[in-house]
């Protein structure tokens, strides 16, 4: 299995090593041999090759079963200098949905306790749609007065994000799923993802499926997250729909993310590279390591692989372990431990079980 390590910025220099340590140590006890293979990228990768997305490793990534991504500090970059830009990974690499758990913990404070949910979000299209399109924008301004923005919804964006929904559900306790959606409004956009779902929902007798109206669903998140278990939706409601996941557990120290295509994923946390606090060591490795979980349990079904699952389930066990016993925690989930310390624990608690 061949996975890449691309640090990102800022605390990305800090919580990978860390989730990194983590999986090694899983794969070890699980017999699994994986292919490391550390790139450049970001300001890193601009340093060495004067970009910050430079060609080896675009084509280093083609080969690859997927990849670990860092957090990528772009708002800091120079502007109107085009060596210095996001990364469009994404789009280049066809990854179509993001993984977005929520999962509160006992001894930690969040606004709900015994949360266990996840968003699916389409990341191929949407709203958020100006890095997707091949010339042009997605938005633009006629004149001072006037913004417009376009939103886009294809049969087969919507049918694959409901898939994957789907697919999640089945490796979930509760096997639910729910589509978000706004169809009385925008009849055309959300009918027509709406209607992916159903036909999906069909394949899937042994999923629980309902909908629910955007909105709606965003308040019973923040008033009772405990009614739902896989949420999927479009671009942008996905985007707000997980952070609002995030902040009921916590916050985005706990928030894991996984972008998934049909042969590759990418493990990337949802919390942003943090510049204020890096180089501190107190950045949580929390989210990173669970995203990488996460990469290895998806690249083990989708390959059938059950020492990468196996993998999966050690690290998801050593983490629910740390944070269950509240020994070894930073400082925004209520420990006083060093990045270090915690991955150091998480390791430990691996080899442990």
Same mark, same amino acid.
């Given at each position: ?200 929902? %069909?394949?899937?007798? /042994?999923?629980?499926?309902?909908? +629910?109206? !955007?909105?709606?669903? @965003?308040?019973?998140?923040? *008033? ?96 629910? %372990?740390?944070?269950? /016993?509240?020994?070894?925690?930073? +400082?925004? !989930?209520?420990?006083? @431990?060093?990045?270090?310390? *915690? ?11």
């Amino acid at each position: 299995m061949k996975i890449g390590i691309l640090l990102g910025d800022d605390i990305g220099l800090e919580v990978v090593p860390e989730a990194v340590k983590v999986a090694k140590a899983a794969a070890s006890k699980a017999g699994l041999d994986i292919d490391w293979r550390p790139l450049p990228i970001a300001k890193k990768g601009h340093e060495e090759h004067g970009t910050t997305f430079p060609e080896i490793t675009q084509k280093t990534l083609y080969d690859l079963d997927g990849w670990i991504l860092g957090p990528v500090g772009h708002n800091a970059y120079p502007r109107n200098n085009p060596t210095w830009f996001f990364p469009p990974i994404r789009k280049k690499y066809e990854l179509f949905a993001a993984l977005r758990p929520s999962k509160s913990f006992p001894n930690n404070k969040s606004v709900h306790k015994d949360v266990d949910l996840a968003t699916v979000r389409e990341i191929s299209e949407g709203m958020m749609y100006n890095e997707k399109v091949i010339a042009g924008a997605g938005e633009f301004r006629p004149n001072d007065e006037i913004a417009i923005g376009m939103r886009v919804v294809t049969r087969k964006g919507a049918n694959r994000v409901a898939r994957e929904a789907f697919e999640y559900a089945r490796t979930r306790k509760r096997k639910m799923v729910t589509a978000a959606h706004k169809e009385p409004v925008y009849k055309q956009v959300c009918g027509m993802f709406a209607e992916e779902c159903r036909k999906v929902a %069909k394949e899937y007798p /042994d999923i629980e499926y309902n909908e +629910g109206l !955007i909105d709606t669903v @965003a308040s019973k998140i923040a *008033m009772d997250p405990h009614r739902y278990d896989v949420i999927v939706t479009t671009n942008q409601f996905g985007d707000i729909l997980s952070d609002i996941g995030a902040g009921v557990v916590g916050g985005l120290g706990l928030a894991p993310g996984l972008c998934v295509g049909e042969k590759q994923a990418m493990a990337q946390c949802t919390h942003g590279s943090a510049p204020d606090i890096a180089g501190k060591g107190i950045a949580n490795p929390y989210a990173m390591t669970i995203s990488t979980q996460m990469l290895l349990g998806w690249l083990g079904r989708k390959h059938k692989n059950d020492k990468a699952i196996k993998a999966s389930e050690l690290m998801l066990a050593a983490a629910e %372990k740390v944070i269950g /016993d509240g020994k070894v925690l930073t +400082g925004d !989930i209520g420990g006083n @431990a060093k990045t270090a310390e *915690m991955g150091d624990a998480l390791a430990n608690a691996v080899a442990k079980l």
